[in-house]
């Protein structure tokens, strides 16, 4: 809507145009909160507001060494869009900027903090931002490329600020506006560069447009990246084809690095991302343009590579990480991803949980609806919770953590009592992994435990049988996917779980 909004605004009528399309998409304020929430596996979950009054907050890092007892995350550097580096202490937003990134640089927006690997002996901060210069061609006008830059930390101030590479992706359109950064295993740093509406450069390795870049932390090119020694091919490009670049994780179970990026009206997309891989922007899509028309007829074509997960509509894709923490037992490895506006209709922002197996996708689930705000960035703490940025004008930083048996809050549309027994139903044995693959009624991976119940008549015999099969695993009865093995289960838990399953179909 933003982007649509903008295409038919006049350049004079530009920052009227912004901020309509701005007021359109806020939705309701955030209330006070705190709100216990339902969810899926944690059944119930606890949202706080830490901090408040940020202008469009994008990233943040947890400075190491700050954590105490009473603030376990420590501080807290975060950027706001508009330029200014807050610093959140002590469990305190600062009221003072630590540095207004534009008293340094030509700079139209700022977006991704990210700590050197080092940070804690080199005291580097890692940024990108959106920076204005003259028309390389001559002439006048607005001119906009992607930059990353770095600063050194000490003592509560940033100081020796400068750009350590600037992309080859000079556009009169901002198109995209995001970049973030993302420090490698091997201490590289890949960082996107957005589409700038630019409906060829992204397919063209003589532009930086449409890419994410590799890049050593100097600035400098690494010398096994995919495109060197190709001819014509930028030195610097790592993949392709990526339309706008809105977040990296690592998966924890792989390896791989993620990235989210968005696609227009539908086509919002994670990639599992290898050197070289063109991601089909916009040869190959599943998103239609803002005017509903396809973008491309099919939505992959030879050369490039189909997202790992997708979404039609878009939901505004904005932040990814996988957890790893111990705090929310059950969403161990789980991917979530934040959403700032579903559908194009405005206060419909959210969190989703998405939950894999070995085979892939099993579980997406929407976290925060009732919240109704565009959730920026999600990012795991120090003390194993989440932390999200919401995406306004009076932006928050949230905390999540699971509620235990606390009452849900009935004060917020959608977060209702009734949740529970549905949750119960589906949800058989919430200590187990079962119902990754199980459910009651549905046949999903494996067969439904209603069908398992008919197959086999409640007797201890089967009851015996099938809990040697859940410890030890299963294969050939329903299909060709094997059914896990559960070793650490005692024989009798088994059978207890065993039972339940057959008492499904008790008279
Ligand atoms: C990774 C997916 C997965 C998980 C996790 C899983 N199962 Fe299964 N399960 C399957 C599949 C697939 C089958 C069918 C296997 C076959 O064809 O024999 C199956 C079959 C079964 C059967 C029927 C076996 C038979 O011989 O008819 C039972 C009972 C069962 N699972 C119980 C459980 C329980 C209890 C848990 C949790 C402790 C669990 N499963 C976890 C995938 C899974």
């Known amino acids: 809507m933003f982007r649509v909004l903008l295409r038919h605004c006049s350049l004079l009528l530009l920052t009227v145009c912004a901020a309509a399309a701005l007021a359109q998409q806020e939705g309701p304020p955030l209330g006070a909160g705190p709100w216990v929430l339902p969810s899926f596996e944690e059944a119930r979950i606890k949202v706080t507001v830490l901090a408040r009054g940020m202008d469009h907050p994008f990233g943040m890092v947890y400075l190491p060494g700050t954590a105490t007892k009473e603030f376990p995350i420590g501080d807290v550097l975060l950027t706001e869009r508009t330029g200014k580096i807050r610093l959140f202490k002590q469990g305190k937003l600062q009221d003072a900027a630590v540095v207004d990134m534009k008293d340094v640089f030509p700079l139209e927006q700022l977006f991704d903090i990210k700590l050197h690997p080092q940070f804690a002996t080199n005291g580097l901060l890692y940024f990108t931002y959106i920076k204005t210069g003259p028309n390389p061609n001559g002439g006048k006008g607005y001119w906009v490329t992607t930059a990353l830059a770095r600063g050194h930390y000490a003592g509560g101030k940033i100081d020796n600020l400068k750009d350590v590479y600037v992309a080859k992706a000079w556009s009169s359109n901002i198109g995209g506006a995001s970049s973030r950064l993302h420090f490698l295993k091997d201490g590289t740093i890949l960082f996107g560069v957005s589409h700038r509406i630019d409906t060829s450069a992204p397919q063209e390795l003589t532009s930086d447009i449409g890419k994410v870049l590799r890049l050593k932390d100097d600035g400098s090119i690494p010398t096994d990246n995919p495109f060197i020694g190709k001819e014509g091919a930028l030195r610097e490009i790592y993949t392709w084809g990526n339309r706008s670049v809105m977040d990296f994780t690592t998966n924890p179970l792989t390896g791989e690095v993620w990235e989210l990026e968005n696609g227009p009206q539908g ?136 509620a235990g048996s606390e009452p849900l809050d009935a004060g917020v549309a959608g977060s209702v009592e009734v949740a529970q027994p549905a949750i119960a139903a589906i949800n058989m044995f919430p200590d187990q992994d079962c119902n990754t693959c199980h459910r009651v009624e549905e046949k999903l991976v494996g067969p439904s435990f209603r069908d398992i119940a008919k197959k086999y008549p409640l007797t201890n015999t089967n009851v015996t049988q099938l809990a040697d099969k859940i410890i030890k695993g299963s294969t050939g009865v329903w299909g060709e996917t094997p059914m896990v093995a559960h070793a650490a289960l005692k024989a009798d838990a088994a059978r207890t779980i065993a039972r339940k399953i057959l008492e499904l179909e008790k008279e």
């Open 267 to 402: 086509g919002d997309e994670v990639n599992i991302l290898k050197p070289g891989n063109n991601y089909g922007w916009p040869i190959a899509t599943y998103g239609r343009d803002y005017d509903g028309k396809r973008f491309s007829p099919q939505p992959w074509v030879e050369g490039t590579v189909l997202p790992e997960i997708y979404w039609v509509p878009s939901i505004t894709v904005a932040g990814l990480t996988f957890y790893t923490g111990d705090k929310f037992a059950k969403w161990k490895n789980n991917l979530f991803v934040t959403s700032m506006i579903k559908g194009r209709v405005p206060g419909t922002g959210h969190l989703e949980r998405v939950v894999f197996n070995e085979n892939g996708e099993v579980r997406r689930e929407e976290l925060l609806n009732s919240l109704h705000q565009r959730i920026r960035y999600v990012s795991q703490g120090p003390d194993g919770l989440l932390y999200l940025l919401t995406d306004h004008k009076d932006g928050a930083l949230l905390r999540l953590e699971p």
